[in-house]
């Protein structure tokens, strides 16, 4: 049982001393406690009982992330998931529903220039707009909002830019009121928010 | 009343421009009247609109009063002879700071989700003309959505729907509300059997002591809408009696939202004055 104990612990040693001065012990406990668990007999098999019981807790767990969510946002979220290839919970993640009315979770809009980010965030903001009322209708001092809270709030040119993808990717612009998206613009809020769900998708 | 972003990005950037004016003239004595009306007509609509921001408490209180200060000095400023570089040095103090301090915040409060509801809310009723009293209802519904007391909204609501019935009642004269009292109670089984000779009136404070249900079922004589229509309203009013009486009705912010859309095209749309 103990007969490359000398070699793993010379290794860990080795590796701990690699650390910062400050990190050096606790790293050598962390390598140590793994290095023995690995030695300790594996745990037997458990009981159907419990196995029956941890799938129910698991399946309530996976049911967890809807809490909170009101049943009308919930149905057009899981619609919106299944249409973009994106698992509802990670959708969801993208919103804050402990909240009232939920709003959004800590999200980044990326891009390059600042144009094209308030822009995104109109597109973001519309789809907020959707899941709460059925309506790609975006408030126009929500998108200015979250345009200051992204850090791409341009105030010369902000309703010269909404303005400027009227009948591209918005349907009307009314200043100082909202933003109607098009359908291309419903198209791209979806791809937009499945992207930032889930990076890989769209 | 709260100024909008929009109205204050408008003032700072009149100040903005008005410093950059200032600043051309350099140390000289400021004699351009159109310039001195132009930072008093500013340091005016900012201590106008000052007041409402500080209600609001969107932004720091030491900061409006450092700005309040700094317009009450401008706008004594301009009534004596003065500088450029002192009115200018004055000015500078809002255009530096009243951006990140004052008008950023309030593009963040105006655009929080929660007053997006509320403005939604009162947005249900943009097609229909309202009077006074219907606006009122509204709009305080409107602010108990802001506040989260969307009971209280929905109970707001139904008083403003209620309000558009009881003028459309008076307009039309309580013999034709009577005429339909007599039509409905003629017909039989539920709902029209509830009403009875006694829902007959007279006047206006009997048209207010008079029940909502009944109200809602003479509208269909009265008003023409049918059994459906009433149905809907009442379920409205179910759910306003559910957020007037204690129990376990919990709306949230959309279903206030729903609750106005509802209402606004089941009596506003539906009934006029």
Redesign the interface.
Known sequence: MYENVEDELQRIVKLAEGLPELFRLKGFEILLQGYVSTLAPSAPPAPAHEKQLATSEQQGASQSWKTGI?P??LAKLTAMAKRRGVAAEQLAGLFDFS?????FAPIHVSGGAIKERMRRVALLVAA??FL??GRWLA?W??????C??QNA?D?ANFASTLKAAKGDIFKSVEV?TSVELSATGTEQAEQLLASIAKPDAG | MLVSGDDLEALHARAKSALQTLRKSGNKELKRADLKTELASIARDWLRLSPGLRDAGVCSTEKLDEYDRTMQDLLTSTTARARASALASKLRVFVDGAFDAVVVPLIKYQGSPRQVAARQVAAAFAKSTLTPEERTYIDESARCVTVQCYRAAIIMLWAAGIARLHAAVTKGGFDAYNAAVDATSSRKGAPFNRIKDSAKITSVPELQRSRDADLITVGMELFGYDLQIFQELDRLLGTRNDSAHPGMAHPGALDVQQYATKLASLIFDRVSI
């Open positions: 009101p009308d946002v909240v009232e009315p939920f709003a907020r707009s709460a009322t408030d001092a929500e998108i200015k909002a979250m200051t809270h709030y105030q100082g």
